[in-house]
């Protein structure tokens, strides 16, 4: 069963005999090359979530020291990217054929742009620059898959990427030591948690937890067996990674998006969940600073590699010195000696943060107010107003599982950063999510306001 109706750009009327109204049927070689670029999206997610060393053995000193090496000068990083790219666009210039998408998201290429600038003022340029230009060639990359194969099939792919990584890691903990957190992590009570081939288990249970709630929504869906199956399995594998954020919001986004898809014909009953969603992420992060002795306790040693409000103190302190312009994209935690973080830190353990511990903050203390305000333009207020206005029972499924993958990386950036983290594997998830809704939006017919000639009345 077709989890939504065949994608066109266009009015509602004209989509679905677009092309032959227009006697330009896809020619077979297009045809045939749709299958081709969603494989070679499928190998980039696949790629993107199992990282360079699966199930290797580390610590977390070392993956601290990876996080810092990763400034965009590694040779096969460098080549994976830019391979991935140059593979998308040849297909599409030997399909010669009309794109399913053409982009129109400027708010996000403004970003991008207000990104690179800032560069030029960071402690060193060149590695927030190559940090910059690796986001660049991702969402290049995504919203390219887009435009090649259109959102249901971003959609489909997405979730084989994920139901393929959801087994190969349960297929792993019997199979290898090196898919549970060893003994010899300095942070004691990572020891023992699952992770699968996933670097840290914070990442597997992000990834898990979205799996969960998209291969729910396909259960609703289709009523298949299996989905109920999956959605179980990366459930039990969240408690198993004893990812405490991930696992508090896996039946919280769940129940907001399913109420989402029973409200996908209702505007105003959508606007009162869109803001109860506002509510609840001050009231989220509200209670995690007024509990935060407790919370510390539940997430891990707060001496050890936590201690995520000591850490947002150190970003507020450098916030104070410099309100304006920020430390550059990419340019405050782990660039070296160099590091503007190392003059403000006020923990030993410290030394070893690769981030803010929120992605908001992270995003203010490195890029400014403007970058901030950008941010919350392009992945906030613009994607409420797609799920408030997009909706339709012909795109349910679609905007249901993107405005949960968006509601869940919402409130994780609250405690944990993904916006912009490199190639982090929400990252990539939520850029696909965000691909999956503007295009459904834009699919949408609307009413169209005309003035009335000033001639044509009584």
């Known amino acids: 069963m077709s989890l939504a109706l065949p994608w066109y750009r266009g009015r509602l009327p004209q989509r679905a005999s677009a092309p032959a109204a227009r006697g330009q049927a896809p020619s077979s070689r297009a045809e045939a090359l749709i299958p081709v670029a969603q494989f070679v999206y499928f190998i980039f997610l696949m790629m993107i979530f199992i990282g360079q060393q699966p199930f290797s053995a580390r610590n977390q000193e070392q993956l601290v020291a990876m996080a810092s090496a990763n400034d965009g000068s590694d040779l096969f990083k460098q080549a994976f990217f830019i391979g991935f790219a140059m593979l998308l666009t040849l297909v599409e210039l030997v399909r010669r054929h009309r794109l399913q998408y053409r982009f129109t998201y400027w708010p996000l290429l403004v970003m991008l742009g207000w990104f690179l600038l800032s560069c030029a003022w960071g402690v060193d340029p060149f590695v927030s620059f190559k940090r910059a230009m690796q986001q660049v060639i991702v969402i290049y990359i995504t919203f390219l898959s887009l435009a090649l194969i259109g959102p249901e099939r971003i959609y489909r792919t997405l979730m084989a990427a994920l139901i393929t990584s959801l087994l190969i890691c349960w297929v792993s903990l019997p199979l290898t030591p090196n898919a ?123 001496t050890a590699f936590t201690g995520r409000v000591s850490i947002w103190r150190v970003a507020i302190d450098y916030l104070a010195d410099h309100p304006w312009l920020g430390s550059g994209f ?8 160099l ?46 107003w797609w799920f408030l206005t997009g909706t339709t029972k012909a795109n349910a499924t679609l905007m249901a599982s993107a405005f949960a993958i968006w509601s869940f990386v919402l409130y994780q950036n609250l405690l944990e950063t993904s916006f912009f983290d490199k190639d982090r594997q929400v990252w990539v998830i939520f850029l696909s999510s965000l691909a999956i809704a503007h295009a459904s939006f834009k699919a949408v017919d609307r009413p169209r306001w005309h003035r009335q000639p000033s001639g044509g009345t009584a």
């Open 330 to 337: 990419g340019g405050f935690w782990q660039v070296g000696a």
């Open 180 to 302: 549970f957190h060893p003994p010899t992590e300095s942070d004691k009570a990572l020891i023992g948690a699952w992770r699968g081939f996933f670097f840290h288990k914070n990442i597997a249970g992000a990834v898990m937890a979205v799996t969960f709630v998209l291969t729910a929504h396909a259960f609703f869906t289709t009523r298949k067996w299996y989905y109920a199956l999956f959605s179980i399995m990366a459930f039990v594998f969240v408690v198993g990674t004893k990812s405490k954020t991930s696992l508090a919001l896996c039946f919280g986004i769940l129940a907001v998006s399913a109420v989402y898809r029973v409200l996908s014909q209702s505007v105003a009953k959508r606007a009162v969940l869109l803001l109860l969603v506002g509510a609840g992420m001050l009231a989220f992060l509200g209670l995690y600073i007024a509990f935060e002795t407790t919370v510390e306790r539940w997430l891990a040693d707060p």
């Open 339 to 384: 590091s503007p973080a190392h003059d403000y830190l006020n923990q030993q353990f410290q030394l070893l943060t690769a981030h803010s511990h929120n992605g908001y903050l992270e995003i203010l203390v490195t890029t400014g107010p403007v970058g901030l305000m950008l941010l919350l333009l392009s992945f906030v207020v613009l994607p409420a």
